[in-house]
């Protein structure tokens, strides 16, 4: 499996001007800090009176992360190298800075007199866990399930996957799988083509698609796009911390993860008894799309449900909904109890749909029979007590009376959960090239 980054360097400066973003720069002699328009435009002192990401391990699946680095230097674990087999990924010096770059956006916390000057992330109190990909010629990445599952048990609550290939090895779906099971927040990157064909690990179920935005509002032309897309975040000419030079300028969907990703461990440090999806629910539902409406019914398939609001998120009442939010879920998976070990005897690789119970396939449909007989007789004594009341029975129509019953909540319509898995398209788009 050949994955390729979701990042695009570029040259210049931030564009000026503004329709969703329009929060003033900090001022400050580093230039490197003062062109961070995207912070600025997130008001992250506000921001960080509610959270700074606290006591939340967010996992970066990447080239790994130079915590060497004067803003990350203190928030970055050591991790895990699945490129060379073992060892940390805790010191990268060469010249693939794209794992650093997203690092910082989560979690740096810059340098010199109160931490003015450098890269700031939005969680700057968050942990980094990187975990370097196995890397093949030309800087694509292969084999994700490992590095998945090693984030997972080291604790990650968060995993940021700034990353995309055009399909998912039956592997790596269940290590998608596995960490939905242990209730932790997969982010991926829905790609730079410009395409709204699905890419991975994105359009799969469980994961929360990002696309980015550009900072007039507008949805990137190289940002893909699609049903599973739930937010945009910003991803136009960001600047973020490096190797050699010390600090790059970028644009593309890898940013706007990265900052999902970020926002995420800010709910998680203030909210840790929400499940995943319900944090995804906070950041949807306090989404802001261009037009300025913020309840959207549906998620628009290059918008989403919009761009994320952290402080918003963090601040407003909103009830918990669903503990599987606006995600779509792997097919009989569901979010365990805890993030911990398994119960004994089960097996992390297999959804629930594939355990045995220890009943015989004859007993099963013995039972079924058995009971398919008795609700027959129930539904025959109804239908007879009915007629004999000459009316309908009392509670009014639907489960629960007239307010109608079970289901999805009103936020999130019929339908709005679900999305095609892997197999599910007409076409896999071709490979990319590996760098974009």
């Known amino acids: 499996m050949s994955f390729t980054r979701t990042l695009r ?11 969703l973003f329009t929060a003033a720069p900090t001022a400050s002699a580093d230039y490197i800090r003062d062109g961070q328009w995207a912070l600025d435009a997130f008001n992250p002192q506000k921001v960080w009176k509610e959270s700074t990401g606290k006591n939340v391990t967010v996992a970066v699946l990447d080239s790994g992360v130079n915590g060497d680095h004067v803003d990350l230097k203190g928030n970055v674990l ?26 910082a956006l989560i979690a740096a916390h810059g340098h010199g007199p109160n931490h003015a000057d450098g890269i700031m992330g939005l969680a700057p109190d968050a942990k980094i866990l990187p975990v370097k990909l196995n890397e093949t ?33 039956q592997q790596e779906t269940d290590a998608i799988n596995y960490a939905v099971k242990k209730d932790v927040l997969l982010v991926g990157g829905s790609g730079n083509e410009g395409s709204g064909k699905p890419l991975y ?57 990265a900052y999902v990703s970020a926002a995420a461990a800010l709910v998680r440090s203030k909210y840790p008894d929400l499940t995943a999806g319900q944090v995804a629910n906070r950041l949807t539902r306090t989404a802001i799309t261009p037009d300025g409406k913020t309840d959207i019914k549906s998620p628009d398939p290059k918008y989403g449900y919009g761009v994320i609001r952290p402080y918003r998120a963090l601040s407003e009442n909103i009830p918990a909904g669903p503990k599987n939010g606006p995600l ?12 911990g070990a398994d119960a ?17 396939p004859l007993a099963v449909v013995g039972i079924a029979v058995g009971a ?65």
């Open 9 to 19: 360097a570029v040259g210049g400066v931030a564009v000026a001007g503004a329709l």
């Open 78 to 103: 050591p991790g895990k190298n699945f490129d060379t087999g073992g060892g940390t990924a805790d010191h990268e010096t060469g010249s693939d800075d794209h794992g650093t770059a997203m690092a």
């Open 137 to 169: 010629i030309g800087g694509s990445a292969n084999n994700i399930d490992g590095a998945i599952r090693y984030a997972v048990d080291q604790g990650a609550k968060v995993i940021n996957m700034s990353f995309v290939a055009p399909r998912l090895t």
């Open 201 to 257: 690990p994105a359009a799969a179920p469980g994961v929360l698609a990002v696309g980015a935005v550009a900072k007039d509002g507008k949805v990137l032309a190289e940002s893909n796009y699609g049903p599973h897309i739930r937010l945009i975040a910003p991803g136009e000419k960001i600047y973020s911390a490096g190797i050699s030079p010390k600090y790059r300028q970028a644009t593309g969907t890898s940013d706007a993860t």
């Open 328 to 339: 779509a879920m792997p097919k009989d998976t569901e979010p365990s109890a805890g993030s």
């Open 344 to 360: 004994a005897g089960e097996n992390p690789s297999a959804s629930s749909g594939d355990e045995t119970s220890g009943v015989s």
């Open 372 to 436: 398919l007989a008795v609700l027959g007789i129930v539904i025959a004594v109804i239908v007879a007590n009915k007629k004999r009341r000459n009316g309908p029975p009392p509670g009014g129509p639907g489960f629960g009376g007239p307010s109608g019953g079970v289901g999805v909540p009103p936020q999130y319509p019929a339908g709005s959960y679900q999305q095609p898995g892997p197999g599910g398209y007409q076409s896999a788009p071709p490979n990319h090239p590996p760098r974009q």
